[in-house]
């Protein structure tokens, strides 16, 4: 009788393991590349010329975000798209 446990056992635990490989490799987490860097510090302008105070405010923020991310990343922007 314990034989034939053991036996319904194992029957029953083996085709989960069998199938746990395939669904952690269904749902892969995201990795995040990269890493943090301290101590950027950017500053834009724009002038107030066709536009409210808080447009030119945005574009200034937005300038100012991209020269952080350049320097961070040591790259340049070249062109930007608005949508």
Known sequence: MKKSNALMICLLIL?????WPVFAAAN????RHGEIKKGIQAEAACAIVGMSAEQSQLTALQRARVAAIEQAAGVSVTAVTLV
Do not use: G, N, T, Y
Not at 28 to 31: D, L, N, Y
């Open 15 to 19: 085709p989960m393991l069998l199938a």
């Open 28 to 31: 892969p987490k995201p990795e």
